[in-house]
């Protein structure tokens, strides 16, 4: 049986998933000091992460492809790179959540630590690869997204039924 609320609240989980990325590319692209712009998180993939991780009925393989292409776009990178390495973080994090039994605030910062890893590693493969440029200061925003993992948890958090 269904209950009228559900639809609803389906709905505004939904529309919020959709606003949370909106606000992440926000933040992916909002001009900094170019000394401040390689200590910047990776906020998109890291609500990506977030997503996959706590509602993986509404978010999967395909949003990961969708959120990626976004991404290139936005940060000018060539068409794919970060669509097909966000592709590989999603299955990475669907094969590990197959093997957490309780998603707890330290086992999601850890499987989101692997998630942001991967993400990073995949691009600086595709980078020397494609382009033939490695880019070492990447680093930096890879061990920010690590550090700063807590507070798209808990601002996300609250949004969860």
Do not use: C
Not at 40 to 64: D, K, N, S
Not at 104 to 122: E, K, P, R
């Amino acid at each position: 049986m269904s209950y009228p609320d559900s639809e609803n609240a389906t709905v505004l989980l939904i529309v919020v998933i959709v606003l949370s990325f909106i606000a992440a590319s926000s933040l992916n692209v909002y001009p900094l000091s170019p000394s401040m712009a390689t200590l910047r998180p990776m906020v998109m993939i890291m609500v990506l992460i977030y997503w996959l991780l706590f509602q993986p009925r509404y978010v999967g393989i395909f949003t990961a492809f969708t959120v990626g292409l976004i991404a290139d776009l936005l940060m000018d990178t060539h068409l794919g790179q970060q669509a097909f390495a966000a592709v590989v973080v999603a299955l990475v994090i669907k094969i590990t959540s197959i093997y957490v039994r309780q998603l707890n605030t330290v086992s999601a910062w850890l499987i989101a630590s692997l998630g942001l890893i991967v993400f990073q590693l995949n691009l600086w493969i595709l980078q020397m690869f494609i382009q033939n440029v490695f880019v070492a200061q990447s680093a930096l925003s890879l061990f920010m997204s690590i550090l700063s993992w807590p507070l798209v948890l808990f601002a996300l958090r609250k949004f969860l039924r």
